[in-house]
């Protein structure tokens, strides 16, 4: 069945420096991409989100970038502070009027100040 | 603008017992969806609502679950009898048919 593998798992990095985390996902056919954030005690918050028919996406301090080809995608923050301290939530989907997505088992990011 | 809002934030009950689960939607949503992370695993779909109708529920876990969206407004999640397996946080999301999905702050759901 359709699947997204995310990796690692737990990630931490001194403030300032970048995070990235990398997704792979199954289904070919899958041609949108989300990325959340969950802050404790909070829901998913959408933070980006690319489709395939782009390579890369920028907002800021954070970037996605989608490989359709090997079918990987990865987010990219720069410049980390600790309030980027969350779990990080990848998920493909295909958009045909509905979003039914399938995550990622989730990462685990520390800024460490 | 209210984002999505569930009730409650938390639920202990008993194994046996139900518990109705609520999500209102962003207004104007017509898609609705409720999802499930269970033991810090993955967050799976459950079902997809379009309006009042279900357009899937292909990942609803079994029939002690049922999920209603009367009016096409808020949605309910009611689970009867409760297992221990339930536990879990629940999700409810909502989105218009060009943009991403919205989600809730959950329902943490603990069956003892």
């Known amino acids: 069945g359709e699947n997204v593998e995310q990796h690692p798992s737990t990630l931490s990095v001194q403030e300032g420096d970048s995070a990235v985390i990398k997704c792979t996902y199954s289904d070919s056919a899958s041609n949108y991409f989300p990325w959340y954030k969950q802050e404790l005690g909070k829901g998913p918050q959408l933070i980006i989100d690319?489709?395939?028919?782009?390579g890369e996406k920028k907002d800021q301090r954070i970037a996605v970038t989608l490989n359709k080809t090997a079918k990987h995608f990865s987010l990219h923050i720069t410049e980390t502070q600790p309030e980027d301290s969350a779990v990080y939530f990848c998920?493909?989907?295909?958009?045909?009027?509905?979003?039914?997505?399938?995550f990622g088992t989730g990462t685990r990011l520390k800024v460490l100040a | 603008e209210a984002g999505v809002t569930q009730f409650p934030s938390h639920s202990v009950i008993e194994k046996g017992q139900t518990v109705t689960l609520r999500c209102d939607p962003i207004s104007g949503h017509d898609n609705l969806y409720w999802y499930r992370r269970v033991m810090g695993k993955e967050i799976k779909f459950l079902l997809h609502?379009?309006?009042?109708?279900?357009?899937?529920e292909s990942g609803m876990p079994n029939n002690r679950f049922l999920a209603e969206r009367t009016g096409g407004t808020y949605s309910t999640l009611k689970v009867q009898p409760a297992e221990l397996e339930d536990s879990g946080v629940y999700f409810c999301a909502s989105s218009q048919e060009w943009g991403g999905a919205f989600f809730g702050q959950g329902t943490r759901l603990t069956v003892v």
């Open positions: 609502f379009v309006k009042e109708s279900k357009q899937d």
């Open positions: 998920a493909a989907t295909l958009t045909s009027g509905t979003y039914k997505y399938i």
């Open positions: 690319i489709r395939s028919n782009v």
